[in-house]
């Protein structure tokens, strides 16, 4: 059932679910949740269930007060507490020692849990209102771009979770940036909203970044394939920045030549000057980066919602939430066309 939140009351329906065990989609600032009762073991089994998601790829833990930190974390660094008020709530999740309570369904029998406060009223109130964390992956089926809306979610999991909270479409489109701090030197696991070189001028150190080439990923989620759309994505990268469009021009006409239907995704300053793909979709100004990160994961779903064989995407400046959208489509992607 998908719900406009119009009151507090439909919330307390949905915390009356969370208690009871029951899945419940709700939007963040970044995409959706499917939310779970974090220290009910069974209840967590069934998302993983819902997802079709591998039990070693452990689930983020959302609180809406500073004081779970303590509950569910332990060796906090006091780096943890200049983050947490600089950037919570906010898309930035912390990576932790952690307590007894956290059962091993959250973790992956890691010795770390995932921990963030979501910046928004709903996802708040809900919180509050559960009377408990709340584990929650992002509200789609395992592999799949993540939703920015609860219609997304409705076209995942249709009646197979017991209530959608509808508050729109989330503001980032794009999943938090995860940094662990259960070591130094800390590292961004996850790139997100929030990027690497931020976070150093912010905490005034150097900050890893983990390779998603890395043999043994530190970031379980990071091995498996992700954000894909059913259709073949190629990523083009061109040398110089002046040759973007004529290197997705040619690769339009030989796709055509192969009789394939064709989808570019770009940014609005491009949109015409391809010509014969079957359906250019802008993601937005190359101006606003913010804005090209929120309509990403939508924009994936409507190439398949036109059957498109075939998605040729522009780059994007890796600056800022720019890393984080090359992140994404570099794992969205079959192959990547890189410097011609
Ligand atoms: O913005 C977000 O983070 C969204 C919203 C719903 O909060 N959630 C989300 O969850 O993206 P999910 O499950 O799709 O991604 C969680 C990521 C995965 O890459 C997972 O491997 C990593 O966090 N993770 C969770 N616990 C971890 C741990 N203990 N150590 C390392 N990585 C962990
Ligand atoms: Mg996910």
Not at 18 to 24: A, C, D, P, S, W
Not at 149 to 159: C, L, S, Y
Not at 218 to 234: D, F, I, R, T, W
Not at 306 to 334: C, H, N, V
Request: hydrophobic share 40%.
């Amino acid at each position: 059932m998908v719900v406009k939140i119009s009151n507090n009351k439909v919330v307390q329906k949905a915390a009356n679910l969370i208690k009871k065990g029951e899945l419940v989609a709700f939007p963040t600032e970044t995409v959706y949740g499917l939310g779970v009762d974090a220290l009910n073991p069974e209840a967590i089994r069934k998302i993983f269930q819902a997802k079709g998601r591998p039990s070693d790829n452990p689930l983020i833990v959302h609180i809406a007060d500073l004081k779970d930190l303590q509950v569910l974390a332990e060796n906090i660094p006091k780096e943890a507490y200049f983050l947490a008020e600089k950037y919570w709530p906010g898309p930035l999740t912390f990576i932790l020692d952690r307590q007894k309570i956290v059962p091993d369904e959250i973790t992956g029998r890691l010795e770390t849990v995932a921990i963030r406060m979501p910046k928004n009223e709903i996802a708040l109130n809900l919180i509050k209102l559960s009377e408990t964390p709340i584990a929650a992956p992002s509200a789609n089926k395992s592999g799949r771009p993540s939703p920015t809306d609860a219609e997304t979610v409705f076209e995942d999991f249709g009646n197979e979770i017991a209530m959608i909270l509808d508050g729109g479409k989330t503001e980032f489109g794009l999943e938090s940036t995860v940094i662990d701090l259960s070591k130094k030197p800390f590292s961004v696991l996850r790139t997100g909203a929030i990027s690497k070189e931020e976070l150093e001028e912010f905490l005034r150190e150097k900050i890893s970044i983990a390779s998603h080439a890395d043999s043994k990923p530190k970031s379980p989620g990071m091995k498996y394939k992700h954000y894909a759309p059913k259709a073949e994505l190629v990523l083009v990268i061109p040398a110089e920045a002046g040759i973007l469009c004529f290197q997705i021009q040619k690769l339009i006409n030989y796709y055509k030549l192969e009789k394939k239907k064709i989808g570019v995704l770009c940014r609005n300053e491009n949109a015409k000057n391809y010509k014969n793909a079957d359906l250019v979709i802008s993601v937005g100004s190359i101006k606003n980066l913010k804005e090209i990160s929120s309509n990403l994961f939508r924009t994936l779903r409507q190439f398949d919602h036109a059957k498109i064989d075939i998605i040729l995407s522009e780059s994007f400046p890796e600056q800022g939430i720019g890393q984080a959208i090359m992140d994404r489509l570099t794992r969205a992607s079959s192959k990547s066309i890189a410097n011609f």
